[in-house]
């Protein structure tokens, strides 16, 4: 089974402070993703990542930064935190075409709420 | 813009009830549309639909595509109370690093 995990379940931060939201995952998947998820707004794509070292801008990468040294571990930064940063924090994985699996599915981890004060 | 909306928003069923969930999708470049259970955690995994009128069945939960009309099913049969979740429906966009667009969810309860 595929086993994504992220760093807190919960956490509390205060407005400005440096953020990092860690995420690992263990099926070898090339591809990574953060989204954060609001009440009446769904799922929003911060940013993913396809590979080592590369990331692309979702649909809100404003006010986030990422990192990926490394193939299992995905990083999320808020470099500021501001209380519009206040949500729940999903990372996913899914693997690249052709690397045993399918790349549309993507898996999750549990999640961490974060909550800046 | 492309889109993904599910309906109802909400539901409240008796256990032992079916239910028909609705995924409506205007997405330019469809490559496969995906359903999640969304329990207070994480989303799981249900299926991935990218043939129309093939249905896809897990238990008491099947779902079907249809690319014509664009839009999906997901059917719950004999409901229980551990159905009771948010239920997100995902279109992957092939033309735009097979990012996922998502619905809002439909969020089931069911009583006892």
């Known amino acids: 089974d595929v086993k994504v995990t992220q760093s807190s379940r919960y956490l509390v931060k205060r407005t400005g402070e440096k953020v990092f939201l860690e995420c690992v995952q263990d099926m070898d998947h090339e591809n990574m993703f953060w989204y954060r998820q609001d009440p009446g707004l769904g799922l929003r794509l911060i940013y993913f990542?396809?590979?080592?070292?590369?990331?692309e801008k979702g649909d809100i990468p404003e006010g986030y930064s990422v990192s990926r040294e490394k193939k299992e571990r995905f990083s999320l930064i808020l470099e500021s935190a501001s209380t519009n940063q206040t949500s729940m924090y999903l990372c996913?994985?899914?693997?690249?075409?052709?690397?045993?699996?399918?790349?549309?599915?993507?898996?999750f981890g549990p999640g961490t709420r974060l909550t800046v004060l | 813009e492309d889109k993904v909306v599910q309906s109802p928003l909400s539901l409240v069923v008796h256990e032992g009830d079916t239910v028909t969930l609705n995924c409506s999708y205007e997405?330019?470049?469809?490559?496969?549309l995906l359903w999640y259970k969304q329990e207070k955690k994480a989303p799981t995994f249900l299926f991935m639909l990218?043939?129309s009128g093939i249905e896809k069945k897990s238990g008491r939960l099947s779902s079907i595509l249809d690319k014509k009309e664009l839009f999906s099913i997901l059917n719950i049969t004999a409901t229980q109370t551990g159905d009771s979740a948010v239920y997100l429906c995902?279109?992957?966009?092939?033309?735009?690093?097979?990012?996922?667009?998502w619905g809002l969810g439909t969020s089931l309860a069911v009583n006892p």
């Open positions: 997405v330019t470049n469809f490559r496969s």
């Open positions: 990542s396809y590979d080592v070292k590369m990331k």
């Open positions: 990218t043939s």
């Open positions: 996913a994985s899914s693997p690249s075409a052709g690397g045993g699996g399918t790349p549309d599915t993507q898996y």
């Open positions: 995902a279109v992957c966009d092939a033309g735009n690093n097979r990012k996922l667009i």
